[in-house]
T-cell receptor, first 114, second 114 residues
Framework: EAQVTQNPRYLITVTGKKLTVTCSQN?????MSWYRQDPGLGLRQIYY???????DKGDVPEGYKVSRKEKRNFPLILESPSPNQTSLYFC?????????????FGPGTRLLVL | AQSVSQHNHHVILSEAASLELGCNYS??????LFWYVQYPGQHLQLLLK??????LVKGIKGFEAEFIKSKFSFNLRKPSVQWSDTAEYFC????????????FGGGTRLMVKP
């Protein structure tokens, strides 16, 4: 089954404690992306990657890092989380060969930073 | 950069009522347009998309949307809603020269009363 998986689904942490949210897709997609969803603001893109070792900032990259060492994985790293990063995070992937192709979303990771 | 506006943040309807959710975007060039739905506790799923051709697009579950280029709009409609349509709906735009990048509107929460 084609899918995007994220782990963990729920996470409570404290300010300053480094964390990583994993994202994996099994569709051989080149393009992967991270969004955060906040009430009234919709989804805002944090970082995206066009392929292995190719990453770029989205609209709200501050406080986040990403890496793309393998095609299927695109982890999101919060080196020093702060309460304003409390949010719902979604990973997405699509084929970069067809830019307008549908993006497939993961189930989301709900993060609370105390 | 493109932006997307969804003017209705919350909509409450009774079952069998007709639905129209507004979506306007700001970008002068060619665009690809999407509506995504997020049911409570679930990830985003594609409802429908427009790339070219007939501006009236039909999607899943009886939804349709009409692209009106002169108004920069892509409103979502359904003639008769059901309780199971209770969800949050997101309009998204992909500018033709923006690769895979999607810009989302702020979302509209729809509640359908049984």
């Amino acid at each position: 089954e084609a899918q995007v998986t994220q782990n963990p689904r729920y996470l409570i942490t404290v300010t300053g404690k480094k964390l990583t949210v994993t994202c994996s897709q099994n569709m051989n997609h080149e393009y992967m992306s991270w969004y955060r969803q906040d009430p009234g603001l919709g989804l805002r893109q944090i970082y995206y990657s066009m392929n292995v070792e190719v990453t770029d900032k989205g609209d709200v990259p501050e406080g986040y890092k990403v890496s793309r060492k393998e095609k299927r994985n695109f982890p999101l790293i919060l080196e020093s989380p702060s309460p304003n990063q409390t949010s719902l995070y979604f990973c997405a992937s699509s084929s970069a060969q067809v830019p307008q192709e549908t993006q497939y979303f993961g189930p989301g990771t709900r993060l609370l930073v105390l | 950069a493109q932006s997307v506006s969804q003017h209705n943040h919350h909509v409450i309807l009774s079952e069998a009522a007709s639905l129209e959710l507004g979506c306007n975007y700001s970008y002068g060039g060619t665009v690809n347009l999407f509506w995504y739905v997020q049911y409570p506790g679930q990830h985003l799923q594609l409802l429908l998309k427009y790339f070219s051709g007939d501006p009236l697009v039909k999607g899943i579950k009886g939804f349709e949307a009409e692209f009106i280029k002169s108004k920069f709009s892509f409103n979502l409609r359904k003639p008769s809603v059901q309780w199971s349509d209770t969800a949050e709906y997101f309009c998204a735009v992909n500018a033709y020269n923006a690769g895979n990048m999607l810009t989302f509107g702020g979302g509209t929460r729809l509640m359908v009363k049984p």
